[in-house]
Nanobody, 118 residues
Framework: QVQLVESGGGLVQAGGSLRLSCAAS????????MGWFRQAPGKEREFVAA????????YYADSVKGRFTISRDNAKNSVYLQMNSLKLEDTAVYYC???????????WGQGTQVTVSS
């Protein structure tokens, strides 16, 4: 059974930093994309960042470019999201996602809450 387990969420003041981690189990994702999405109260889930299985290419939502950094460790079957200069509007539940194939996302974690306070 595939599981994605996020950790690292919490309460932080605006301008602060958090690092989210996602550990996958049940299959290897070394040949699949992994990424992060978020859902704020009353809003739809939105894309945050993604990284293909290899290479240096990364993708970011415009709202987080220059502040968030996605990285992954294929040996650990894990993906990370370093979030700096956090803003109030970054408050959301953050979900880890992974693909079954070479593109798209098929597996989802349960989410971790990130709350940014003023």
């Amino acid at each position: 059974q595939v599981q994605l387990v996020e950790s690292g969420g919490g309460l932080v003041q605006a301008g602060g930093s958090l690092r989210l981690s996602c550990a996958a189990s049940g299959r290897t994702f070394s040949n699949s994309p992994m990424g992060w999405f978020r859902q704020a109260p009353g809003k739809e889930r939105e894309f945050v960042a993604a990284k293909p299985w290899s290479g240096s290419i990364t993708y970011y939502a415009d709202s987080v470019k220059g502040r968030f950094t996605i990285s992954r460790d294929n040996a650990k079957n894990s993906v990370y999201l370093q979030m700096n200069s956090l803003k109030l509007e970054d408050t959301a539940v953050y979900y880890c996602a992974a693909g079954r194939g070479s593109s798209g996302f098929d597996y989802w974690g349960q989410g971790t809450q990130v709350t940014v306070s003023s």
